[in-house]
C-alpha cells in the first residue's frame, strides 16, 4: 500500500472548493489529515482531522465527514475555514490577518500512526494570470484590478467599513476580476496616506461620484454596468450615495449596512461630526452618546451598546432626519445581515429598509439576505473567519461567508445588462 494525497489543483483562487482525496490506505483505516498555512504577518495556522478510509481505502474531502478534528461536518473546506493561530505567544490580532491579495500557501500532510506519509501543497490566490492591478494615485485612490486586455468590462466600486485603508475592498476587488470584473478598490480614509482624510468624518460624498467618473472614462469599461458595494460604514455610504447617484449604477450590494447615517468616527478626541457631508453641507447624523469613545481595539460589544444607545436615545424627528432615503435608490439592492451583529442592529436596520421599499412600491428586484449565527465580520470563504461575537461558531460563520459571497456573485450577474 502507498498512501498519497491528491489534490485537483496546487493552484486555485480562493473562493474554489478544495478536492483532496486519500488513496492506498487499508479499508477502514483510521488516518489524520493536518493542514497548516500562515497570514500575512507570518503567524502559522492550523488544523486537523481524524478520518476513516472507505472498503476501497479511499478518503474524499467531498464525502467524508471527520471522526473528531477541527470541524465535524462534511465540508471540502473544512481544514481550511477551522484553522486556528498556532503561535499561543502571538494571537493578537485573533484573526487571520489578511491585509493584501498576496497568495498563500497551505500544506496538508497525511499522518498515520504519528507518521507523515504524504506532504502536499496547494497555492491559494486572489487573482489569476489574467487579473491586470492598476494603482490609482490621482483625484482619487486605490486600486483597480480587472482582466487584462478586455473590453466593455461591467464594473464594482468597492468599499470598505471603519478600519480604512483597502482592507476587505482590496480582496474582494481582486477575486471580482477572476469573475471578469473590472472592480476598483477605493480608499476614502487613511491614516496611512496623507492624500486623504486620517478619520472617517466628513467625507465628501462628492469623492465616490469622481471615482464613478472616472471608471465611466476608462475606454474598456462599460460605463451603463457599474454597480457599488461596500461594508459596515462602507455599506452606510454605499447606500447614502445611491441615495443620490443611483441613477449611474446598476446595482448595490450592502454587507451590514446602517439604514440611517451616523455621527462621524474620531479615534482621538470625540467630535460630534456628520461622516459625509455632500456639497459642503454636513449631512444629517445619528449623535452618539457624548461620553463615547472609540479605539482600534474596543470590544464589539462596546461598539453595539454604543449604536444602541444613539438609536434609542434619538428624537423620532432626529432618526427620520438621519435615515437613509432608499426609496429613492432607482436599482436593485442586496442587502447583508448578520442576526448577532456585535456592531449595530444590521438586520434590523435591513429589514426596515426592505418594508420602506415596499411601502413605497419600489419597482426594483431588492433583497434582504441574513443569517441567524453571524455577527458583523463578513469576509471571503476559505480562510478562518473573522468571530466578533462568543455567540458565533466559526462553522456558523464560514457557512454564512460562503453563502454571502456566491449570493454576492449571482446577484450581480443577473443585474448587469
Not at 32 to 48: L, N
Not at 59 to 82: H, K, R
Not at 175 to 184: D, I, Q
Not at 215 to 236: Q, T, V
Amino acid at each position: 500500500m502507498n498512501p498519497k494525497i491528491t489534490l485537483s489543483s496546487t493552484n486555485q483562487v480562493i473562493d474554489q472548493s478544495l478536492k483532496l482525496q486519500i488513496t492506498g490506505l487499508k479499508p477502514n483505516q483510521l488516518v489524520k489529515i493536518q493542514a497548516e498555512m500562515q497570514d500575512d504577518v507570518e503567524r502559522t495556522w492550523h488544523s486537523c482531522a481524524t478520518f476513516t478510509a472507505d472498503c476501497e481505502g479511499k478518503i474524499d474531502l467531498d464525502t467524508t465527514a471527520p471522526q473528531e478534528g477541527s470541524y465535524t461536518n462534511c465540508d471540502p473546506n473544512g481544514l481550511l475555514w477551522s484553522m486556528q493561530i498556532k503561535d499561543s505567544n502571538n494571537p493578537f490580532p485573533p484573526i487571520f490577518l489578511k491585509m493584501s491579495t498576496q497568495s498563500h500557501k497551505v500544506s496538508f500532510y497525511l499522518i498515520i500512526e504519528d507518521e507523515v506519509k504524504d506532504k502536499r501543497e496547494v497555492q491559494i490566490n486572489f487573482t489569476n494570470s489574467d487579473t491586470e492591478q492598476i494603482v490609482v494615485q490621482n483625484s482619487i485612490v486605490g486600486k483597480l484590478f480587472k482582466p487584462k486586455g478586455n473590453n466593455n468590462l461591467p464594473a464594482v466600486i468597492i468599499v470598505g467599513g471603519s478600519t480604512g485603508g483597502l482592507f476587505w475592498s482590496e480582496q474582494i476587488a481582486a477575486l471580482l476580476s477572476t469573475k471578469g470584473y473590472a472592480a476598483l478598490a477605493l480608499n476614502y480614509f487613511d491614516m496611512q496616506n496623507d492624500n486623504l482624510p486620517t478619520e472617517l468624518i466628513e467625507i465628501k460624498i462628492e469623492y465616490f461620484k469622481k471615482a464613478l467618473d472616472w471608471l465611466k472614462n476608462k475606454s474598456e469599461i462599460d460605463k451603463n454596468n457599474i454597480s457599488m458595494m461596500g461594508i459596515s460604514k462602507g455599506g452606510e455610504l454605499s447606500l447614502l450615495f445611491g441615495s443620490y447617484f443611483s441613477k449611474h449604477l446598476t446595482s448595490i450590494i450592502a454587507y451590514v449596512p446602517s439604514s440611517h447615517v451616523f455621527e462621524g468616527i474620531s479615534m482621538g478626541k470625540h467630535q460630534i461630526k456628520s461622516s459625509w457631508t455632500y456639497k459642503n453641507n454636513p449631512i444629517d447624523f445619528v449623535q452618539y452618546p457624548v461620553d463615547s469613545k472609540f479605539s482600534k481595539n474596543m470590544n464589539p460589544i462596546d461598539i453595539r451598546k454604543i449604536h444602541d444607545n444613539a438609536l434609542n436615545t434619538a428624537t423620532s424627528k432626529q432618526l427620520e432626519c438621519a435615515r437613509i432615503p432608499i426609496e429613492n435608490i432607482e436599482c436593485p439592492i442586496l442587502l447583508i445581515s448578520g442576526e448577532r451583529d456585535a456592531t449595530w442592529p444590521s438586520s434590523e436596520m435591513c429589514r426596515d429598509m426592505i418594508q420602506t421599499l415596499e411601502a413605497h412600491n419600489n419597482p426594483y428586484q431588492s433583497k434582504h439576505l441574513y443569517f441567524n449565527n453571524m455577527g458583523h465580520a463578513f469576509f471571503l470563504p476559505n480562510i478562518p473567519p473573522m468571530i466578533d461575537t462568543p455567540s458565533v461558531t466559526a462553522q456558523n460563520a464560514a457557512h454564512a461567508n460562503k453563502i454571502a459571497w456566491e449570493s454576492t456573485l449571482k446577484f450581480l450577474a443577473e443585474h448587469f445588462n
